[in-house]
């Protein structure tokens, strides 16, 4: 039986493999394929953002080798920068000892 830690992993996989491939190379997330997984699985970010073109400077900073597409390494840079910030949060807001 798989470990939380495993099943979290296989999740990212499987979210990552659900919008990978749409259109072209099924080991990247093109352009449109990012914007429909941060619309679907991050809609709360992205209907706070006041600005559109947010999502675009987060695809280009996170597009390492600047090839228009994020393949799974660059992704998981996203999701452990979103990890780091909830964390933080966590922190700041627990009650000192």
Not at 19 to 36: V, W
Not at 37 to 60: G, I
């Amino acid at each position: 039986m798989p470990t939380e830690t495993e099943r979290c992993i296989e999740s990212l996989l499987a979210v990552f493999q659900r919008y990978a491939g749409r259109e072209g190379d099924a080991c990247t997330l093109s352009k449109r394929e990012f914007r429909a997984f941060m619309d679907t699985e991050l809609a709360a970010f992205t209907k706070n953002q006041k600005d559109p073109a947010v999502v675009d400077r987060m695809m280009k900073k996170l597009d390492m080798n600047s090839d228009g597409q994020l393949d799974f390494q660059e992704f998981l840079n996203l999701i452990g920068g979103i990890a780091v910030a909830c964390h933080d949060s966590l922190v700041l807001k627990a009650p000192k000892p």
